[in-house]
């Protein structure tokens, strides 16, 4: 079967037992360098989309993907609920609450975020029944101040279910300063973990009594939360519903709360995928050096291959193939053993843990208590695609230096 010269001669020199065995070694360890280096990119980088899908399902699921706000409180909220969800990308609106305090509890003082939420329709909308881990959301009644705080919060001040505690909030008034705090004595009827910073920071109390903290008329609510299909599209679903209602309702959606958290996630995975793409580099350097090797080594062959025909192209072409050979058997096994090692490894740190009876993610210190991992074929492509393009590029240079060679000048000591 025909088969051009420049693959059949490279493709014969990368299977060949050459005489310098150094340059065998060299080969080797690029294509191990090469194959290590794709094994690398492609478990961080699932790794750290299985960190920021975890951290998207916690935090996106406790906060709103959007809300709707009336410049004036919302007198009829079920009226308001019904247009937004004939949008397609909404699923559910459930009447929401939203104010800042301080929690206080025997001269211990702590920043909170306070959601009211309406318990028969908040888990349309959100995570938190399903990571109650004292209590219940239901136990949210109105008109009792009842609340749930997270389990940092308890912890921080030694809460437990039917401890009472005190919240502080700043109401505006006549008074010269223009601002009094009012308080507000609250029951602890639930503790939830998300496993996020919200679990020190966010806490809930039913709709009715957060309207009533707000001095808000019966029935008034001040905002309406949505949940959409694709989370990105929030911006622009909010702002059309907002649109479609009037002047009056302005819109607001997790970008602008959470948005900075996502995208410095995003950055980082960026910057450690161009880092690890180093180890890639020098393993295409290791091809450089391998074939200007192999080039000094086969002088007399190139030479010899000149004088019988052979054109500077397919000589070229030679060297060229042997260092893509190099690069593809090097980037198959690293895409192979990455994708099985990205897809076992919360198994394999698992075994670990148990071999070793030391805990790699102690669920004290970070919010999970496993390493989640989240293949994308996309990632594995563009990975394995850097490394072919790199180990091509590799190859130019020795090539170009084995097709000047002068056959005069290669056999004068031969």
């Known amino acids: 079967m025909f088969r051009p010269l420049s693959l059949y001669i490279g493709t014969r020199y990368t299977r060949a037992k050459r005489r310098n065995h150094f340059i065998s070694f060299i080969s080797l360890t690029s294509m191990i360098g090469l194959a290590l280096g794709v094994l690398a990119m492609i478990v961080v980088l699932s790794v750290m989309n299985g960190f920021q899908k975890e951290m998207s399902a916690r935090i996106l699921g406790m906060v709103p993907h959007a809300s709707l706000t009336g410049v004036q409180p919302l007198e009829d909220w079920q009226a308001v609920a019904a247009v937004a969800r004939q949008h397609p990308q909404v699923l559910a609106a459930v009447p929401f609450a939203e104010l800042e305090g301080m929690l206080s509890y025997r001269g211990a003082m702590q920043p909170i975020q306070l959601q009211g939420v309406d318990p028969a329709l908040e888990p349309q909308v959100s995570i938190i029944d399903q990571h109650m881990v004292q209590g219940r959301l239901a136990d949210l009644r109105a008109g009792e101040f009842g609340v749930v705080i997270g389990e940092i919060t308890a912890r921080r001040f030694q809460l437990k279910v039917g401890d009472k505690l005190a919240l502080i909030v700043p109401e505006v008034s006549s008074v010269p300063g223009g601002i009094t705090p009012r308080m507000q004595r609250l029951n602890v009827v639930g503790v939830f973990k998300v496993g996020a910073e919200l679990d020190s920071s966010l806490a809930l109390i039913n709709v009715a009594d957060a309207a009533q903290i707000q001095r808000l008329q019966a029935g008034q609510v001040p905002s309406l939360r949505l949940r959409v299909k694709d989370l990105y599209q929030a911006p ?54 391998t074939l200007i090797m192999v080039v000094a080594d086969k002088g007399a062959d190139i030479a010899i291959l000149r004088t019988l025909g052979a054109t500077p192209r397919q000589i070229m072409g030679i060297f060229m193939v042997q260092g893509t050979v190099i690069g593809v058997i090097g980037t198959l096994i690293g895409g192979v053993l990455g994708v099985l090692a990205a897809l076992n490894v919360s198994q394999l740190v698992g075994w670990i843990e148990r071999v070793s009876g030391q805990q790699v993610l102690s669920s004290d210190v970070y919010f999970i208590s496993n390493l989640p991992s989240q293949l994308l074929v996309a990632d594995v492509l563009l990975i394995c695609g850097a490394a072919l393009t790199l180990s091509f590029l590799a190859t130019l240079y020795p090539s170009w230096r084995a097709a000047g060679i002068q056959p005069a000048e290669a056999l004068r000591y031969e």
Do not use: C, H, P
């Open 236 to 289: 622009q679903v909010s702002a059309a519903i907002a649109a479609e209602l009037g002047d009056g309702y302005r819109a607001s959606d997790w970008t602008l709360t959470q948005g900075s958290l996502f995208s410095a996630m995003k950055m980082e995975k960026t910057m450690i995928g161009l880092l690890l793409l180093l180890i890639v580099a020098v393993a295409a350097f290791n091809i450089i050096a």
